[in-house]
């Protein structure tokens, strides 16, 4: 295929570029960063099934006042089940649970920090609004998509938060920020009227109520917690600095609103990798955000003892998919809909499913590889189905996950290398690539071309693998459980003509 006759790009900086020409850059492009502070943070993953709740915090590490939007996205199709704007005072930080509920989910806050509109006491339940209703074609941000419109698809999922702006207006301070433990006054913030977007006309304590750029400098973390098992599985948030394009003065969105999401990216992406760097330019947001998170291979290790019961599940969320993958109902006859690079297959009952390919290790260097590319045996095969897939490894089953794959290994222990790089699957329609073009009419590949000619391949993802174990002896008569928490690991692959 022409796409992938490409010179490879090395990933690196020639010796006239210094670190303060890195610094720069970086400043003016989207970039994960590795530091772990940021204007847009992403959770890969909240659950409430198997006994477990989620924990969560997000703290503004910086001396300015914060406006920012909190999203809860359900595991399938990634359709919206919860948002509300959040102030954060400077150093403020602010903390919420994800619970079950008798017929799917809901987040608490026993946090005192201003949201608009106001969190009821007793938390607020998760909707499913944006995922029920008649299905509707292509790339939509609700209505039915082909699967369950049971409230079921709230207790997963991932969730993210977006900085819209930071806040100077000192009425406006005075009022989100605290005093003995409490902000001043949380009516200004929720009120009707207030308006702090970019073309703001509201005069607030004699001074306009727009909120000026973004500055980053927000942290966070998440936790599953499991009481009766008796596991936490902690992890940090990814970190994306230099979200918001510099050329804006916020991107403030009212409660109530989609947006801003992940579209609002600036357009020029920034990937530090061995050491070098590769810059991009796009046509879209969320292109942007996408070759961030590019990877040919996500690779993690599995344990599964049997004298400690121990089992492994990994969390593989891809952030951006439900921008480019749209709805096409099977049983029509015809299709309009269009696929956007880098997702293969349209979404309906059971999924948008992007093959991989499976390779493994114990940990004497026994090797099982699987090559399991689309379209698959009958019968055989493995692929990610949805916007948030739990893969477990020979049915642990640890996360109880509704949106779960199987992967069955042959060794107790050991690591494995999953692999994105399907090539030539069949699309009706076709794949438009990140530069704006369709590239070949019939078919799609797991690849990202940017409007400079640097094509990325994989699929964008972020996650972590979990194991937790069983002691039946800790000490006489004493039974213990105990888990473990860690990122994937990647390698990135980019050609440029």
Request: net charge negative; with cysteine.
């Amino acid at each position: 295929m022409q796409k992938f006759k490409r010179k490879s790009l090395y990933l690196a900086l020639v010796a006239a570029v210094s670190s303060v020409g890195i610094a720069n850059t970086a400043s003016a492009a989207v970039h994960v960063n590795s530091n772990g502070l940021g204007e847009v943070l992403i959770y890969p993953y909240y659950t409430t099934r198997a006994g477990t709740d989620t924990y969560l915090s997000v703290v503004n590490t910086t001396n300015s006042s914060k406006a920012v939007k909190v999203r809860f996205t359900e595991g399938k199709n990634s359709r919206e089940v919860l948002d509300f704007n959040l102030y954060l005072s400077p150093n403020d930080m602010w903390t919420a649970a994800v619970v079950n509920t008798a017929t799917g989910a809901k987040m608490v806050t026993a946090d005192k920090s201003c949201t608009a509109p106001a969190i009821p006491a007793n938390g607020k339940d998760f909707v499913n609004f944006a995922y029920s209703g008649t299905a509707l074609e292509g790339i939509q941000q609700s209505g039915g998509d082909g699967e369950t419109q049971s409230l079921d698809r709230t207790r997963e999922g991932y969730f993210e938060i977006i900085e819209m702006g930071t806040i100077t207006n000192t009425a406006i301070n005075a009022a989100i920020t605290h005093v003995s433990g409490v902000p001043a006054n949380c009516s200004v913030v929720q009120a009707a009227n207030m308006d702090m977007g970019p073309a703001s006309a509201l005069i607030v304590g004699g001074q306009s109520a727009r909120a000026n750029p973004s500055t980053g400098g927000l942290a966070g973390t998440a936790s599953l917690i499991g009481v009766a098992a008796g596991t936490d599985f902690g992890y940090d948030p990814v970190a994306l600095d230099a979200f918001a394009p510099s050329n804006v003065q916020n991107i403030w969105n009212p409660p109530g609103s989609i947006f801003p999401d992940l579209t609002f990216a600036d357009l020029t992406s920034i990937i530090f990798n061995g050491g070098g760097t590769v810059t991009s330019t796009w046509l879209s947001g969320d292109s942007t955000v996408s070759a961030l998170l590019m990877h040919n291979n996500i690779i993690n290790e599995f344990v599964l003892d049997n004298a400690t019961l121990s089992g492994t599940d990994w969390v593989v969320t891809m952030p951006t998919k439900r921008y480019n993958v749209p709805v096409h109902n099977t049983a029509l006859s015809t299709d309009a809909t269009q696929l956007f690079s880098p997702f293969t297959h349209k979404f309906w009952l059971n999924g948008a499913c992007e093959p991989v390919g499976l390779s493994y290790w114990n940990r004497e260097e026994g090797n099982v590889a699987i090559v399991d590319f689309s379209p698959p045996a009958p019968g055989g095969g493995t692929s990610l189905c949805w916007e948030t897939t739990v893969v477990t490894f020979n049915n642990s089953h640890l996360l109880g996950s509704a949106n779960e794959v199987n992967v069955p290994v042959n060794f107790e222990n050991g690591w494995l290398r999953m692999a994105f790089n399907a090539t030539g699957i069949t699309a009706v329609n076709g794949q438009v690539d990140g530069d704006g073009v369709k590239r070949l009419t019939t078919t799609a590949d797991q690849s990202l071309t940017s409007v400079d000619g640097d094509t990325y391949i994989g699929l964008p993802t972020v996650g972590f693998m979990l194991q937790d174990f069983i002691n039946q002896n800790a000490a006489p008569g004493v039974l213990a459980t105990y888990g473990g928490n860690f990122s994937h690991k990647y390698t990135v692959s980019i050609f440029n003509d």
